[in-house]
């Protein structure tokens, strides 16, 4: 059995699949995305192409104006394919780091548990965003682009909701693009934390997705929630790779120019 992990630019590809964005458009090696300004890669700029990019000072100055004349906040997502020397060359522009996040994968038949308890939806219900504003600050523009995202998807979403002692405890959002299938938004209620439900949506998760014809089962938790990253590694998971955010700084140097 082969048990090499997709690669980097598969898990980026099915990622930025899972998590849409209403405007998108291409310059070289990147890709510009924009929505309300909420989750981090629907509102990011990500390299697909780790080639050297001789053209790369224009191109950034082209993409700080198109993001300044938008009036949206520019950042920048680094992975592993951000073409050679992009890191330095937006430090030295003013640019700062912010928020290193784990890529985590495992073969979807070694976590996958139907439970009857759980429920797969085909949108954000107000049971399911209720749970998620229990393990992450809400704010508008992301709570807006949660319940927005059902309809912009180009690939199977599916929200869950676990119910424990008849109250939605735990929530996770799936999406399957081919092999791979994303979790997402995996939040359990204070008052039901420490009792494995956690490991029960996941498996229940997983198994849907596994019907729907998925063989992985990836997700991205900040590498500093180290309680977050034990639940799934207890579970099989395995680091794939890190990625971090570069962002404007309010009167750095970066500027847009030629």
Request: avoid cysteine; proline fraction near 7%.
């Amino acid at each position: 059995m082969d048990n090499r992990l997709p690669s980097v630019a598969a898990l980026e590809r099915a990622a930025l699949t899972a998590i849409p964005a209403p405007r998108i458009a291409f310059d070289g090696p990147f890709v510009l995305r924009a929505f309300r300004g909420g989750t981090g890669r629907a509102n990011a700029v990500s390299a697909l192409d780790p080639a050297p990019d001789p053209d790369m000072p224009a191109r950034i100055a082209r993409i700080e104006a198109l993001y300044a004349a938008q009036g949206i906040p520019l950042r920048f997502r680094s992975t592993p394919l951000d073409p050679a020397g992009l890191d330095p060359f937006l430090r030295d522009r003013g640019y700062s780091e912010k928020d290193e996040t784990v890529i985590l994968a495992s073969a979807i038949d070694a976590i996958a548990r139907p439970d009857p308890a759980v429920t797969v939806l085909d949108a954000p219900s107000a049971g399911w965003m209720a749970v998620i504003a229990t393990a992450e600050y809400q704010t508008e523009a992301r709570r807006a682009e949660k319940l927005e995202s059902a309809p912009l998807l180009l690939a199977k979403g599916g929200w869950l909701l676990l119910r424990e002692d008849g109250v939605d405890a735990a929530s996770a959002a799936l999406v399957v693009d081919g092999d791979l299938a994303g979790a997402f938004d995996l939040a359990v209620r204070p008052e039901f934390r420490r009792r494995g439900l956690a490991r029960r949506i996941l498996g229940a998760g997983a198994a849907w997705a596994a019907a729907q014809g998925a063989r992985w089962l990836y997700a991205q938790v900040a590498a500093a929630n180290t309680a977050s990253r034990a639940t799934f590694e207890r579970l099989g998971f395995r680091e794939a790779y890190r990625y971090r955010y570069l962002e404007q700084i309010a009167g750095g140097r970066n500027r847009p120019e030629a």
